[in-house]
Nanobody
Framework: QVQLVESGGGLVQPGGSLRLSCTVS????????MAWYRQAPGKQRTLVAS???????NYADSVKGRFTISRDNAKNTVYLQMNSLKPEDTAVYYC??????????????WGQGTQVTVSS
């Protein structure tokens, strides 16, 4: 069974840094676009950053210049380096990926989420 396994969340003070990781568990042929979303209490889930297989990235305006998304295609892993964290970055962060399990179809998968709390 294919799963996205996230790690790296936690509690950090404002101005601090965290690095999230998301690894594909299970057998896949390859991965396509991978992304990070977040959902704060009482709010909708929104895109934080995405990255294509070729490395083209896209960021929400609120995180530009502070967050960096990267990936290791050989390991089917995507990372989110978060610097200069603010209290408003507090949310559950979810990994998302388009994965090819069979040759003719891409399926979309979500991770279980990891809590990021920015507080003094």
């Amino acid at each position: 069974q294919v799963q996205l396994v996230e790690s790296g969340g936690g509690l950090v003070q404002p101005g601090g840094s965290l690095r999230l990781s998301c690894t594909v568990s299970g057998s896949v042929l390859n991965s396509n676009t991978m992304a990070w979303y977040r959902q704060a209490p009482g709010k909708q889930r929104t895109l934080v950053a995405s990255i294509t297989v070729s490395g083209r990235s896209n960021y929400a305006d609120s995180v530009k210049g502070r967050f960096t998304i990267s990936r290791d295609n050989a390991k089917n892993t995507v990372y989110l380096q978060m610097n200069s964290l603010k209290p408003e970055d507090t949310a559950v962060y979810y990994c998302n990926a388009d994965l090819r399990v069979v040759p003719d179809r891409l399926n979309n998968y979500w991770g279980q989420g990891t809590q990021v709390t920015v507080s003094s």
